[in-house]
Antibody, heavy 122, light 106 residues
């Protein structure tokens, strides 16, 4: 079964750090771009970070310089390091696999984890 | 970044109705437009990718259309399980989502 399982969320004080993990199973992990997407409290979905191809990384403006994404293909895992956390980072963080084709012109998130909750509060 | 604007932000409808949600991109996205359904407490689920391709396992009452900067998601004959929040997403450049459309039971 194709599956993504996030972990590492929790309660942290403003300015603190967390490391989220996403464990993949049931597919050839190294062949896929991976994304972190969040739903902050009472708001919509936001793409937070992506790790694509040979390891290029991309970040939303709201987290650039504070969050870092990485992957370990030997462990079939992707990570999100969250530093300098703010109250507005509170929400559910999902990892997602991207299915893509440059010849058929599509790129979308076809597999999602159930999410892990990050709460930033004093 | 490419901005995605969805409308309406919320919508009330009855079981059996047909509804349409629209999404506008701030620039041409070459049909790299996807639609997701998000129910509370669940992971988002892709419905439509590349503007009009139905994801495997998704009922055919869901359909997508459009081109360039303007896109639509139509749900025919609403079912009780369809009441959720819907998001468009562009994947032509770094992914961005619309703000969501909350579909509620009238």
């Amino acid at each position: 079964e194709v599956q993504l399982v996030e972990s590492g969320g929790g309660l942290v004080q403003p300015g603190g750090s967390l490391r989220l993990s996403c464990a993949a199973s049931g597919f050839t992990f190294s062949s896929y771009d991976m994304h972190w997407i969040r739903q902050v409290t009472r708001k919509g979905l936001e793409g937070v970070s992506a790790i694509v191809g040979a390891g290029d990384t991309y970040y939303s403006d709201s987290v650039k310089g504070r969050f870092t994404t990485s992957r370990d293909n030997a462990r079939n895992s992707v990570y999100l390091q969250l530093n300098s956390l703010r109250a507005e980072d509170t929400g559910v963080y999902y990892c997602a696999r991207a299915r893509s084709s440059s010849t058929n012109y599509f790129y979308y998130m076809d597999v999602w984890g159930k999410g892990t909750t990050v709460t930033v509060s004093s | 970044d490419i901005q995605m604007t969805q409308s309406p932000s919320s919508l009330s409808a009855s079981v059996g109705d047909t509804v349409t949600i629209t999404c506008r991109a701030s620039q041409d996205i070459n049909n790299y437009l996807n639609w997701y359904q998000h129910r509370p407490g669940e992971a988002p689920k892709v419905l439509i990718y590349a503007t009009s391709s139905l994801q495997s396992g998704v009922p055919s009452r869901f359909s997508g259309g459009g081109s360039g900067t303007d896109f639509t998601l139509t749900i025919d004959s609403l079912q009780p399980e369809d009441f959720a929040t819907y998001y468009c997403q562009q994947s032509y450049r770094i992914i961005t989502f619309g703000q969501g459309t909350r579909l509620e039971i009238k």
